[in-house]
């Protein structure tokens, strides 16, 4: 679960914050 806080710094901020929690939902939901 390293990874989420790697998704945010990659993604630069909000926007990479927004796609780490749409990430963690799919995740959560199994739609993936």
């Not at 945010?8 to 959560?28: Q, Y």
Request: some cysteine.
């Amino acid at each position: 679960m390293s990874a989420e806080p790697h998704i945010v710094i990659i993604g630069g901020g909000f926007s990479g914050a927004a796609v780490a929690i749409e990430l963690l939902r799919l995740g959560r939901t199994g739609c993936a």
